[in-house]
C-alpha cells in the first residue's frame, strides 16, 4: 500500500456504492476473517455445509456473494430448477438461469442440490389447467425426462419428490392429496424416481421432505408414513438413495426437536440404507424475544440442540440452511414477526456478520464424529 492513499472504512464503503455494490461490504470482508469457514469444519468430519441460492442476492449484494464463496461448498437453487421458474409455457422450457447457478457452481466447485422435479407448489399455471387423470403421468414423467436430462452429469443429486406426505391429508398411507396423487396415482412417487435414474444415472435420489424433524403427532406420523412407504419402495428396487429433512425449525418448538424418538428415526432410515441431508435449516424467531441478544441466544440453541442430534447419526452426510443471511431470508415473507422487527433465522446478520447461531453450528460441526 505504499504511496497510496490509505483508505478509511467510510471512504471504502462510499467507493462501494459509488461502484454499485452493497454497504455491508466492509461488514462482509471483517466477517470472512473473523468466520471461519463452516464448510471447512464440515469437510474435516466428511460433512457438506451449504446453503439455498438465488442469483438475484449476488446481484444485489456483493458480500452476499463473498461469503456464500467463503461458506458453501453445496448450493441448492432457491427458485431457479422449480417447474414454475424453468417453464412458463405449455411444454416450453428455459434453463438460461438454472444454468446460470450450475455454471457459476461449477466454477467455484460447489456441489449443487437439484430441487425439485416433483411437488405439489410451484407449479406453472398451464400445468394445473391442463393436468387430468389422464394426461398426469405422461406430463410428470415428460417433466422430469426434460429437465432431468438437460442437467444429467453436473448435479450432485435431485430432490425427486418434495413434501409428499401430509396427515392432514387423512391418508392411511399419510400421502398428500397433491395433483400428482390424484391424477397420477399412489405410485407416481416410484415412477418418478424410475424416470429420474433413467435420466440421470449419476446423481444421488433423494426424497425431500418437511416436518420430520418435529417429535410432536404431526412429525411422529410423516416418520411412520415413510418408512411404510420407503420399506415399499426399496422392496421394489425403486433407487431411493437419500432423505433430505427440510427442517424449518421454529422457536415455539424447541422442545419437540433432537429427542431420543428423532434419533431413532433417523436410525431407521440409516438402517434402509439411506444416506441424510439436512436439506433447507433455518430458525423462525417469530414468537421469540424482540431483544436481539435473547432472540439471536435462543435461535442458536435450537441450532445446536438439532444439529448435535443430527450429526450423531453417521448416515447424515451434510447440512444446508435455507439462506446465509438475514438480509435474505425467505422467513422475512414467510413468517415475519406481530411487532414488525425484522427476523433473524440465518447464521450471519444483514451485513453479513456472525451471529450466535454462525457459532453454535460451528461448534456442533468442530464436535461431530468423522464419518466416510
Ligand atoms: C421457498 C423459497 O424460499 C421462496 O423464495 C419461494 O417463494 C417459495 O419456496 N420448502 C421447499 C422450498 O422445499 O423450495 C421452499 O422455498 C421452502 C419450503
Not at 405439489?120 to 406430463?139: F, K
Not at 432472540?295 to 444439529?307: M, P
Request: net charge neutral.
Amino acid at each position: 500500500m505504499r504511496g497510496k492513499r490509505k483508505t478509511s472504512r467510510r471512504d471504502f464503503i462510499k467507493e462501494l456504492g459509488a461502484m454499485g455494490l452493497a454497504e455491508c461490504a466492509w461488514a462482509g470482508s471483517m466477517a470472512q476473517a473473523s468466520a471461519a469457514p463452516l464448510r471447512r469444519l464440515a469437510a474435516d468430519k466428511g460433512l457438506l455445509f451449504g446453503s439455498s441460492l438465488a442469483l438475484k442476492y449476488f446481484v444485489q449484494s456483493a458480500a452476499y456473494q463473498q461469503l456464500f464463496l467463503t461458506q458453501c461448498d453445496i448450493a441448492t437453487p432457491e427458485v431457479h430448477m422449480k417447474w414454475n421458474s424453468l417453464s412458463s409455457q405449455p411444454g416450453m422450457y428455459d434453463f438460461g438461469t438454472a444454468d446460470k447457478l450450475v455454471a457459476f457452481c461449477a466454477t467455484n466447485h460447489i456441489k449443487v442440490r437439484g430441487h425439485t422435479l416433483v411437488w405439489h407448489d410451484a407449479l406453472p399455471a398451464w400445468v394445473s389447467g391442463q393436468l387430468t387423470a389422464e394426461n398426469g403421468q405422461a406430463m410428470m414423467v415428460d417433466h422430469i425426462r426434460k429437465v432431468a436430462a438437460h442437467f444429467a452429469g453436473k448435479l450432485y443429486s435431485w430432490d425427486v419428490v418434495n413434501e409428499v406426505l401430509d396427515p392432514g391429508s387423512h391418508r392411511a398411507d399419510g400421502l398428500r392429496e397433491s395433483p400428482w396423487l390424484q391424477n397420477v396415482g399412489v405410485d407416481y412417487i416410484e415412477q418418478a424416481f424410475r424416470a429420474t435414474a433413467a435420466a440421470d444415472p449419476n446423481a444421488l435420489l433423494v426424497w425431500n421432505e418437511n416436518y420430520l424433524e418435529l417429535s410432536n403427532g404431526f412429525g411422529m406420523a410423516k416418520r411412520r408414513a415413510m418408512l411404510n412407504l420407503l420399506d415399499g419402495l426399496l422392496a421394489r428396487g425403486v433407487p431411493v438413495h437419500g432423505i433430505g429433512l427440510e427442517s424449518h425449525l421454529r422457536g415455539d418448538q424447541a422442545s419437540a426437536l433432537g429427542d431420543a424418538s428423532y434419533e431413532a428415526f433417523l436410525g431407521e432410515l440409516e438402517r434402509r440404507g439411506m444416506k441424510i441431508f439436512i436439506t433447507e435449516l433455518d430458525v423462525q424467531d417469530a414468537t421469540l424475544p424482540a431483544d436481539t441478544g435473547a432472540r439471536d441466544q435462543a435461535v442458536a440453541e435450537i441450532y445446536s440442540r438439532f444439529l448435535t442430534a443430527s450429526l450423531r447419526q453417521q448416515a447424515l452426510k451434510g447440512v444446508a440452511t435455507w439462506g446465509l443471511s438475514d438480509a435474505f431470508s425467505w422467513i422475512t415473507g414467510y413468517r415475519a414477526r406481530k411487532d414488525g422487527l425484522p427476523v433473524r433465522p440465518p447464521p450471519f446478520d444483514a451485513t453479513c456478520q456472525p451471529k450466535a447461531a454462525y457459532y453454535a453450528i460451528a461448534a456442533t460441526l468442530q464436535s461431530a464424529s468423522h464419518r466416510g
